[in-house]
């Protein structure tokens, strides 16, 4: 973690981006802009279970080809 006195410091972004990557942030965002945790969680878990499940089929299935 970061202490204070290094979040507090204002380093001037021109500094460390290159000239031809370097925008202005953007202060306004449209008014119907939302971003649905929900459904961003869900499909990262349903990926982490899905790998996890043919993790355990595999195994699984060396098990049985050993009997």
Do not use: H, N, S, T
């Not at 380093?11 to 119907?32: L, S």
């Not at 945790?37 to 279970?49: F, N, R, V």
């Amino acid at each position: 973690m970061q202490g204070q006195c290094v979040r507090d410091q204002k380093i001037d972004p021109k500094k460390y981006y290159p000239a031809d990557v370097y925008r202005k942030p953007e202060q306004v965002w449209p008014k119907d802009f939302k971003i649905d945790i929900k459904k961003m969680i869900g499909e990262k878990m349903a990926k982490q279970i899905e790998a996890k499940a043919e993790q355990v089929i595999d195994k699984l299935g060396k098990v049985l080809k050993g009997k």
